[in-house]
C-alpha cells in the first residue's frame, strides 16, 4: 500500500511538474530563439562578422546572467509566500527586485560600453574589437528591459502562469528577425547597418516584452492587488539585503559557469576566426538545448519552494528528484540528436556551398561532437541548483561552481587546448569535465539535504 503511495506521490509531482514547466520550457526556446536569429543572420555577413558579435555576448553573458541569477530568488521567496498567502511579502519582493534591476543596470551599461578596450586588452585583434563594438553599442541597453522583465516574470511564474510568457515571447522572435531583416540587411527602405542594427533590433524588442508584462501585471486582477509600482520609489532596506543575501550567490554561481563559456569564446579567438567561428555554432545549438532544463529549473524552484513554504519534506524531495529526472531525460534525447546529426543542425548556421565557410564547419563538428560527453551533466546539474535554491541553499552550490568551473574546468581546458595542443577539442573537454564535476556535486547535495530536512510539523 505505501508503495502504491509513493508512486501516486510521484506521479501527481510530474503531472503538475509539467504542466508547470512545458510554457517555461517553450518560452525559454523562444528566448534562445531570438538570440539564434541574431547569430544566423551574423552569420549570413560571414564568419568575420560572427567572430565579432560572439566574442561581444561572451563578454556581456556573465553580467547578464548574475544579474539573472540574483534575481531568480524572487521567485522561490514569491512562491513560498503564495503558499502562506503572504500577499504584503509579495508585494515587497518584486517591488525589490525591480529595484535590483535598475541598479545592475545602472552598473553593467557603462562597463559595457568600453568592450572594444577590453577585447584589446585580452590581446586579440583590433579589427575585430572594432566590429564588436558597433554591435555592443547600441546592443547593450536590451540589459535594463531585460532586467525588469525577468523580475515580472519571475512574480507570474511563481503563480504557476506561464501561458502569458511564452505568447509575449513568441510575438517577440517574429519582431526580432523583422527587425534584424530590416536593420542588418538595409531592407524596407533602412540603411544597412550590419551588427548596430542587429544591437538596435534586439534592444527595441526586449523593451517591448517588458512593457507588454508589465501592463499585463498592471491590469490583470490577481496581481493589481500587489500595487507593485504604487511607492516604487521607497526603499524596503530589509528586503533589498535578503535578495542579495539569497540571489548574490546565485548570480555567482550562474556567472561562474557563463565565465567559463565566455573565457573559452576568447581563447577560442586567439586560436583564429574560423575556430571561433565554429565555437560560436557548437555554443549555440548547446544553448539552445540548454532552454530546456533551464525552463524546467524555473518550474523545479517554485515547486520546492511551494512544498518548503509548507514544511513538507516530503514533497520537497519528490519535486526536486521528479524534476531532476525530467532534466536528464530530456538532456538524452538531445545528446541523441547532437550524435547522429551534427552537420544538418551546423548547416543551419553556414552554408555549406561556399567554400569559405568549410573550415569554421569542421571545427564546429568536431565541437558538437564533444558537447555529447556533457549533455546528462549539463541538465542535471541546473535542475539540481534551481531545486536548492527552492529550500534557499545558495551559498554552498556558489562555491561548487567556482571550484567546478574555474579550477577543474578552465585549467583543463587551457592545458589539453594549448599544453597538448588539442586546440579547441580540449578546450571544449575542459568545459565538459566542469560541467561534470558541479553537477555530481550539486547532485549529491540535494539528495544529502532533502533526506535531513525536518520540520516542526513533520515531528
Known sequence: MRQNNTLTQYLTELSKTFSLA????????AVIAINTTDVVMMGWLGPQYLAAGTLSTAIVHPFLLAGLGLLSVVTPLVAQN????????????????????ALMSLIFVPLLLQIESIIILLGLDAPVA??????????VWYLIPVFLFFVLRNLVSAHSDTKVI???????????????????FGNFGFERMELRGAGISTSLVNTMMFLALLGYVLKHPRYKKYSILVRIYKPDWSIFRKILKLGGPVGLMIASESGLFSAAAILMGGLGTAELAGHAIALQITAIAFMIPLGLSNATTIRVGYAYGLENSSAVSVAGWVSIALGIGCMIVTLIIFYLFPQWLIHLFLDPQI??????????????????????ADGGQVVAAAALRGIND?????YVAIVGYWIVGMPIAYILGFSFEMRGVGVWLGLAAGLIFVAVILIYRFWRLSTKLKFSSNL
Open 130 to 139: 572594432k566590429l564588436a563594438a558597433t554591435y555592443m553599442d547600441t546592443a
Open 22 to 29: 512545458w510554457p517555461l520550457v517553450i518560452a525559454q526556446l
Open 166 to 184: 511564452l505568447q509575449i515571447t513568441l510575438v517577440a522572435i517574429g519582431l526580432n528577425a523583422l527587425g534584424n531583416y530590416a536593420l542588418m
Open 394 to 398: 545558495t551559498k554552498v552550490p556558489m
Open 82 to 101: 503564495l503558499s502562506t498567502k503572504n500577499h504584503t511579502e509579495i508585494r515587497r519582493t518584486t517591488r525589490q527586485g525591480l529595484w535590483w534591476a
Open 355 to 376: 567554400a569559405a565557410n568549410a573550415t569554421a564547419i569542421g571545427y564546429a563538428v568536431s565541437y558538437l561532437l564533444v558537447v555529447t560527453l556533457f549533455q546528462i
